[in-house]
């Protein structure tokens, strides 16, 4: 799915990763409509029957093949084209897990990520290493209801993991459970990643 202008002729293209029991329109709902940057175009691929892998994110990998392969050849796809350094890569939930491991194995010169209640994939020690980024802005937010303790969201911030990048990380307190555009006290600093 897309929305915004084209790609081709937008001063930003943002792929978005949605998390698991939804789709891109919950993407379009809760982020897209609250950044309200009429000058991005939107691309959110979609996983089949609303979940990118069965299991959760920090078991071990395989348990989740061969389902993540193909959720991370679905995001690839939807990068395909895409000069990297107009592309802002985020996602929320299962899809700042991928976003989170994208980044970790495949590094590119993209012009920001978001990672929204995400972290890197894998069981402990069987989590990807993290490839350097050299100056990647990345946006990290989640919540106490998010079920990622602090350690595992430091464990999956890619700057901070490999060095080279710019991280800004946020911890919410009593917003529900939604991607948000980091929107506190009158800032908002994950339109400020994709707006770059």
């Known amino acids: 799915m897309t929305a915004g202008p ?3 002729e937008a ?29 991005v175009a939107y691309v959110l691929p979609a996983a089949a029957g609303g979940s ?20 991370l050849d679905a995001v690839d796809h939807a990068l395909a084209g895409l000069p990297a350094e107009r592309v802002v890569l985020a996602g ?10 994208l980044l970790a194995r495949t590094p590119r010169p993209y012009a920001g990520a ?20 050299a100056g990647l802005p990345v946006y990290m937010e989640t919540s106490r209801y998010d079920g990622l303790g602090g ?16 991280a800004r990380r946020a911890r919410g307190g009593g917003r529900p459970r939604a991607p948000h ?10 339109a400020a990643v994709v707006s770059r």
Request: proline share 11%; hydrophobic share 35%.
């Open 6 to 8: 084209a790609p081709a």
């Open 11 to 39: 001063r930003r293209v943002a792929v978005l990763v949605h998390g698991r029991n939804q789709d891109p329109g919950y993407m379009l709902e809760h982020l897209v409509a609250p950044l309200d940057l009429p000058d």
């Open 52 to 71: 990118w892998y069965p299991g959760r994110f920090n078991e071990p990998r395989e348990r989740n093949e061969p389902w993540l392969s193909h959720a």
């Open 92 to 101: 929320f939930s299962q899809g700042g897990c991928l976003v989170a491991d």
């Open 114 to 133: 978001a990672v929204l209640t995400g972290a890197l994939i894998g069981s402990e020690g069987d989590a990807t290493e993290v490839a350097p980024l």
């Open 151 to 166: 350690a595992r969201i430091r464990q999956g911030d890619p700057p901070e993991a490999a060095g080279g990048g710019s």
């Open 181 to 190: 555009p980091g929107r506190r006290r009158g800032r908002r600093p994950g």
